[in-house]
């Protein structure tokens, strides 16, 4: 290739990541001891977001991380207790809680994109909405936004 030809090449590629990061969003979860929701939630405990986005995961009240239970490509995630970023690069569902307030039921979703994996997630939210102490119906409210 030419020089001039591999500079419009790099020239097209970095307009192409501008552009992608320019249609790229922040959102924000909040985790906090309580809310309208009840105690030991994320705010908002439903969140649908488009592929590319990014979460960021805002302490509010000190004691909570954020750990993924269910991701559409079966990989994982986790923010530890000072918070954090995730990027979301794959469509579908996310389910996600605080490791010391799992069985408080402190969970939430994240919908990226269209919902490929709506199935298998509808199905865990039964199962894990179950096996909460307190909280009981929070998650399946929260799935019940799935579209």
């Known amino acids: 290739m030419k020089a001039k030809q591999l500079i419009k090449l790099f ?3 970095a307009l192409l990541a501008v552009a992608s990061a320019a249609n790229s969003a922040t959102h924000v979860v909040k985790m906090k001891n309580s809310n309208a929701d009840g105690i030991m939630v994320f705010e908002p ?4 977001i ?4 990014t979460v960021t995961f805002e302490v509010v009240d000190a004691g909570h991380d954020a750990i993924s239970e269910v991701t559409p490509d079966g990989g994982s995630w986790k923010v530890g207790f000072t918070g954090g970023n995730v990027k ?4 579908g569902v ?15 979703i ?13 199905s ?9 102490a307190m909280n009981h119906g929070r998650l399946k409210g929260y799935a019940a936004n799935i579209k």
Not at 50 to 53: I, S, V
Not at 100 to 105: I, L, N
Not at 124 to 132: H, R
């Open 11 to 13: 020239s097209v590629v």
């Open 45 to 48: 405990g439903f969140l649908k």
């Open 50 to 53: 488009a592929k590319g986005d």
């Open 88 to 91: 979301f690069d794959v469509e």
């Open 94 to 108: 996310n389910i996600y809680y605080c490791m010391p307030h799992r069985s408080m039921g402190m969970y939430g």
């Open 110 to 122: 994240i919908q990226v994109g269209e919902a490929t994996n709506k199935a298998d997630a509808m």
């Open 124 to 132: 865990k939210v039964e199962t894990i909405d179950a096996g909460f």
